[in-house]
C-alpha cells in the first residue's frame, strides 16, 4: 500500500473544502485566521521542529499532516475542534488509505493540541502544539474594523515578526517574537498567552529540550 503523503493530503478536495469551512466559520464570528495559510504554516514548521531533531522524516510528515489538518475541527464548532477535528482526520485519513497506527498517532496529535484540554503525549503531538502556538502574526487578524479588535486581534496585529528555532546541539526551542507597542504591549501577549507558553515547555522538554521565549530581542523564559 502506498504511503499517504503530505501532497495528498494537502491535495485532498473534501479536507481542503473543510479548512476552509472552518476558517469561514470562525471568521463569521471575528476570530483570528485559521485557514490554509495557518494550516500550511503549522504542518511545515512542525515537521521542520522534527526533521531538526533528527527524528525519522515519516514522523516528521506525520506532523506535517496534523499540522495542517489540527484546526478542521471548527467547521463544527470552536469548543472541543480539537475532539471533532480527529474524528474528521480518521475518516479522511483512512479513505485515503493510511493505516491505523499512523491514523492514530495523527489523531493523537489533532486532539491535543489545544491548552485547555490537550497535553503533549508524543513527538508529533509536541511538535504541532509549537507550531499552532507560535502562529502569532499580523497577517492573522481578519477583523476588518480596527475599533472592534479585541485582545487576541490587538496582539496578533501587532507582532510583526515570530520565529520558531531549533538548536539541535543545545536542546533548545525558542520562540522570537516581535512586538509593535504602538499596538499591544508585552504585557498583553502574557495575558492571553500564558497558558500557550507552558504548554509550549512541556512540548519542548518531551522533544528534551528546554524552551526558551525572547520578545523584542529580550529573553524572558
Ligand atoms: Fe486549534
Ligand atoms: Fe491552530
Not at 87 to 104: C, D, I, N, S
Not at 137 to 148: C, F, G, K, T
Amino acid at each position: 500500500m502506498p504511503m499517504v503523503t503530505a501532497h495528498d493530503v494537502q491535495n485532498d478536495p473534501e479536507l481542503n473544502a473543510f479548512i476552509a469551512a472552518a476558517n469561514g466559520q470562525l471568521a463569521a464570528l471575528g476570530y483570528t485566521e485559521h485557514g490554509h495559510r495557518h494550516a500550511r504554516l503549522v504542518g511545515q514548521r512542525a515537521a521542520e521542529v522534527l526533521r531538526r531533531l533528527g527524528y525519522a522524516e515519516r514522523e516528521a510528515e506525520l506532523a506535517y499532516v496534523a499540522g495542517y489538518l489540527h484546526d478542521i475541527g471548527n467547521l463544527i464548532h470552536r469548543q472541543s475542534h480539537a475532539l471533532s477535528g480527529a474524528m474528521l482526520a480518521y475518516q479522511a485519513l483512512t479513505r485515503l488509505g493510511m493505516p491505523p497506527h499512523e491514523v492514530a498517532v495523527v489523531m493523537g496529535a489533532i486532539g491535543n493540541h489545544e491548552e485547555e484540554h490537550g497535553a503533549p503525549v508524543s513527538p508529533v503531538a509536541a511538535a504541532v502544539v509549537l507550531a499552532d502556538k507560535s502562529d502569532v502574526h499580523r497577517s492573522r487578524v481578519q477583523n476588518p474594523d480596527p475599533a472592534a479588535y479585541d485582545i487576541h486581534d490587538r496582539v496578533n496585529y501587532a507582532a510583526t515578526d515570530t520565529r520558531l528555532t531549533v538548536d539541535p546541539n543545545a536542546r533548545v526551542i525558542t520562540l522570537e517574537v516581535q512586538i509593535d507597542t504602538r499596538y499591544a504591549q508585552v504585557m498583553d501577549y502574557f495575558e492571553i498567552f500564558l497558558s500557550r507558553m507552558v504548554m509550549m515547555r512541556e512540548a519542548a522538554s518531551l522533544l528534551g529540550c528546554d524552551y526558551h521565549l525572547v520578545i523584542n530581542n529580550v529573553r524572558l523564559s
